[in-house]
């Protein structure tokens, strides 16, 4: 569950980054056995694809110095490097779901299920779908109007390039409010409001989240031409191994940033009481930006992922957990009124676990 290191509206670059980071290290049970998935993968295609002679896919013949290609050779290699990029891509997909899944569970202390990230994943694929066909149409318009009449063509094309930079920030957070709960399009929407007013602020953590992905992939690149010969798939799947933790950190990193817009936008969330675990910042009580109400309750089947859901205690009560977990799970409610006022990934410690049956380690011993 995440923990943050003051309240969310106050948080900065640094504090989003430490934050981001200390989810990773705590979550690692759930998005390793999925980097070690993808990573499988991609030293499958290496191993199918990557180390295929190309003398069986063409030859140089040696009257003419032409190239000569070799049908059947390129359908066949063709087909099976189509096919393992699907599979790779596939597993990708899913990862990412998961991730999204990870980091909005942990803001809103939801269990995981794999029915909840499968349909919240194919929704959010829906609302790829849109955001596709609207880019697409744009090119389209832009492309005639540039075959039309050159000189405005040009023109477009240099105002697009910031527009288009402007609506990416503007629906970077598409993703997680849909596994927050929003319908496709309501999570567009739902990203637009959240992003009202802080395009500077989110280009900020958005190229800080760059620079991140960036370092992750240097590393990644500098350890894949270590294994040489037949460890070559090793290194890509270590290689695809480092990039795809970069990835995750990225979505828990603009986890972060949507749950302190959130906050920004509705101050009730997170009551502002400076302490040990929200100190005092540069936001308090009445200083926030005003948001519109939150949409109304969303269907059954996202119950439990509420947009603005506040607190734990209030909330629906989640499934109990398996009995294999131990009694001090952190991730159980609370008692009511054990913790009033705060958000919904804030506790304060774990209650005592000692059965009422058994004497606490400070009570006295029994008479005999």
């Known amino acids: 569950m995440f923990r943050f290191s003051m309240n969310p509206a106050a948080l900065g670059i640094t504090e989003g980054i430490q934050d981001a980071f200390a989810y990773l290290q705590q979550t690692w049970r759930m998005w390793l056995p999925v980097v070690i998935a993808i990573a499988v993968c991609s030293f499958g295609v290496y191993a199918i694809v990557g180390s295929t002679d190309t003398s069986t896919i063409y030859h140089v013949d040696p009257d003419t110095n032409q190239v000569v290609w070799n049908q059947d050779a390129l359908v066949k290699v063709g087909g099976r490097f189509v096919a393992a990029t699907a599979a790779t891509g596939l597993v990708g997909l899913i990862g990412s779901w998961v991730f999204n899944a990870v980091a909005i569970g942990g803001l809103r202390h939801r269990p995981l299920t794999i029915s909840w990230i499968v349909t919240r994943g194919l929704v959010t694929v829906l609302a790829g779908i849109v955001v596709g066909v609207a880019c697409v149409l744009a090119v389209v318009v832009l492309a005639l109007v540039t075959v039309a009449v050159p000189p405005l063509g040009v023109i477009l094309i240099l105002v697009a390039i910031p527009v288009g930079i402007y609506f990416a920030i503007r629906l970077v957070f598409y993703s997680l409010a849909i596994f927050d709960g929003f319908g496709p399009i309501d999570g567009l929407w739902e990203s637009w409001r959240l992003s009202d007013g802080a395009v500077a602020r989110m280009l900020g953590w958005g190229l800080m989240a760059v620079l991140i992905s960036l370092a992750f992939g240097v590393l990644a690149g500098v350890i894949a031409p270590l294994a040489g010969g037949t460890l070559q798939p090793l290194g890509q799947a270590l290689s695809t191994a480092i990039t795809t933790i970069g990835s995750c950190f990225?979505?828990?990193?603009?986890?972060v940033l949507y749950e302190s817009q959130r906050a920004r936008l509705d101050p009730s969330l997170y009551p502002y009481t400076p302490g040990p675990f929200y100190p005092a910042g540069p936001y308090a009580?009445?200083?926030?930006?005003?948001?519109?109400?939150?949409?109304?309750?969303?269907?059954?089947a996202t119950t439990g992922a509420i947009p603005g859901w506040v607190n734990p205690n209030s909330g629906p009560a989640w499934p109990a957990y398996p009995p294999a977990y131990p009694p001090a799970y952190p991730n159980v409610p609370l008692a009511p009124g054990a913790n009033p006022g705060a958000g919904p990934a804030w506790v304060p410690g774990e209650p005592d676990q000692t059965p009422p049956s058994e004497p606490k380690p400070t009570d006295p011993p029994a008479s005999p």
């Open 285 to 300: 009580p009445g200083q926030y930006p005003a948001g519109p109400a939150w949409p109304g309750t969303p269907p059954p």
């Open 250 to 255: 990225t979505i828990f990193m603009m986890a």
